[in-house]
DNA sequence: CCTACCGATCGGTAGG
DNA sequence: CCTACCGATCGGTAGG
């Protein structure tokens, strides 16, 4: 019989994950050495290596685990039954709550995803295009002209305008701040809403 | 009289910034070397620092540069005699045009000012400030609300929603695709223009 | 005593 | 789960 990992190896292997993206998020990636991880993580720099075959593999489990669990909390917040403008209030607000638990993955997601490997990046933009779908669609619901075949398609530069004021917000958003979650997460949503109905006229 | 530096000396500064700024943005500041640098330019390493003091000082011109630049074109751009919401268009449109012609130097500013040394940052900042002042301002205009004293502020999130939308562009938009940069350019003012007035109602 | 510029190599540190 | 190392490459500087 083959031996088995130890009980523990997936508990340990998530706390390096969340070490490192602390890490990753405040010094980059590049200025992350191995060293210093094990040093944070309390381990000697070869263990790390017990756990991930290389640096890249630590980054690119960082990242796909983030977008996968942000996927499922989008998904989870949909409700293709609401009105349009408050499933998009919705869809936009799981987004949010879900970056406010995942800081340091988010930011890493944000900033070192194109230090990975080509292959690696392929299959986070995957994950990337569904999660971008999903807004697009509830977009679409606010304003069908969104997706006119006129002379410019307007959906897709109306979804990353969104993305934008979404993905932007780790850089100046304080939850200590006088602006909760909520509201911001209510006011980038009245924002589109408002401005996709009038587009298009 | 002192010796003067030789007469062609800044136009070869401003060829090594524009040869770092592609290098930069395409493999990161921390993954160019000096030589590769140098190679690129057509001169060698040891050269390169006859002309910055170090690396960082190649890294602090070039967003410096970009974001004065970026500056001026909006300061002359802006009319505040016209109605809000052409005044916020043409501010847009300056941006995105600066942007245009500064591909490079905008990735730099956008994914790498965190590398620099803290001093350096906040004489970067303080140019950052001026001109998310002026799109504020803009922005204001078209709904006065936004300045209330509530229990939030609303212009500045309203302020960093647009910047997400300007400032992301890079990451999808492209000049040879369906779409316009003043076609992108008038769908970002309308958006705002018409999600802005509908605020805070 | 200045500038412009090169080939070669320095001390340290990276990921593994 | 560690110490001891490696091949390579880094940013920066020497003499001339």
Known sequence: MARVRAADYDDKRV???MVA?????RNGFDRTSMAQLGEAAGVSKALLYHYYENKDALLFDIVERHLCALEAQILAADAPGLAPPER???LIGA???AYRDSDALHKVQINELDKLPATHQ????KIQRRIVALFAAALAAVNPHLQDKGEAALLK???MC???AMNWSYLWFRDDGPLSREAYADLVAQLFA???GALAD
């Open 162 to 164: 969104l993305f934008g």
């Open 88 to 90: 998009l209030r919705a």
């Open 157 to 159: 530069p109306v979804t």
């Open 21 to 25: 993206a602390r890490l990753f998020a």
């Open 15 to 17: 706390k390096l994950l």
């Open 194 to 196: 408002a401005g996709v």
């Open 122 to 125: 392929r299959a986070i933009r």
């Open 95 to 97: 987004a949010l709550r």
